[in-house]
């Protein structure tokens, strides 16, 4: 691809989320194979629910690279599925160099969550295109206001929300429409509210929203809604202020640091709250300028700052020293009574397969990068 860049599919399928079926120990020979091959010095993994980054870091650890960890998201600490998750985030962070979070919040949650030393984490956040998320020539008509709602429609995301904040804006300001976008379990309810309430033609739904059509969905808007239950930084509405539109949304996880106070109205992700938002966000819409806004944004959050960080990162990592097993091993135990030998067994597991490997296959038996230089030719 351009850039330099080259992307391996791994024939592993998924089975739920987007993500493979865990095997453990399925995935050493094709990554072993990857590093080896394309000389890899650093694995960087992202998101705590991959189980492809899961075993991509644990077997690069074995193998003696450098590896830096990214969470996006945030858990709780009470129920049976993020107890799980925690326990997962642990046993890998136990072992990686550094390791990256998109928000101040979002680095608390992780360090609560992993036990990873707090000097070890830096916020990162992410950034927006502002060349391809721009405002429209024109400013949409002020004679309607129209709500923007572009998101996966499940519970995490407020779906329950919209049911209930939508039909009073709607009786409140009769010149008010919504433009909702996404698919997804709770789509079902706001159809249903819809035709209950009779806002067949002021309530729009569009269904899936592939990205490459996101802005002109945006453009069509005057104010953007997110109703998210939890959200690490929310890179939507870096996408809507780079658009021009003002944002409203529920005053969760790492949405304050966001945005400055005068492009967000934040709100309890309460139904009363959220409406009066709404109303205060209609009232300031006047002296909100898109452009202006917009100008912001490639200040605040470009894709070439973030990258500068994230090399900073990489370097740190770089210059950390390798540890023999017994060490790391040490700081697998550590991880609780039974939690930390199980950790341990695994790792010792990994080691001995990826010794096997070597045998089996000596790295130095793995081809090389195929060069596709094109020939030079003399006329």
Known sequence: MTGGLKVYYVPWKPFLMQNTLPTFYGTLP??????????????????????????????????????????HSLYGFADAGSIHMNKVLQFTLADVNQAICVSHTSKENTVLRSGLPPEKVFVIPNAVDTAMFKPAAERPSDNEIVIVVISRLVYRKGADLLVEVIPEVCRFFPQVRFIIGGDGPKRVRLE?????????????????????????VLISGHIFL?????????????????????????????????????MIVLAKPDPSDMVRAIKKAISILPMVDPQVMHNRM????????????????????????????????????????WAGKLFCLVMIIDFLLWRLLQLWQPAEEIDDVPDFTLPHTED
């Open 30 to 71: 094709i990554i072993r194979t990857i590093l080896i091959r394309e000389k890899i010095s650093l694995v960087h993994g992202h998101q705590a629910f991959s189980t492809l980054c899961h075993e991509a870091l644990m077997h690069a650890r074995t193998m003696g690279y450098k590896v830096v960890f990214t969470d």
């Open 192 to 216: 249903e509210m819809r035709e209950k309430h009779s806002l067949q033609d002021r309530v729009e739904m569009l269904g899936a929203v592939p990205h490459a059509q996101v802005r002109s």
């Open 226 to 262: 997110n109703s998210s239950l939890t959200e690490a930084f929310c890179i939507a509405i870096l996408e809507a202020a780079s658009c021009g539109l003002l944002t409203v949304s529920t005053r969760v996880g790492g949405v304050p640091e966001v945005l400055p106070d005068d």
């Open 298 to 337: 490639k200040e605040l959050y470009d894709w070439h700052d973030v990258a500068k960080r994230t090399e900073i990162v990489y370097d740190r990592a770089l210059k950390c020293e390798n540890q023999c097993l017994l060490e790391r091993l040490y700081r697998y135990l550590s991880c609780g009574a």
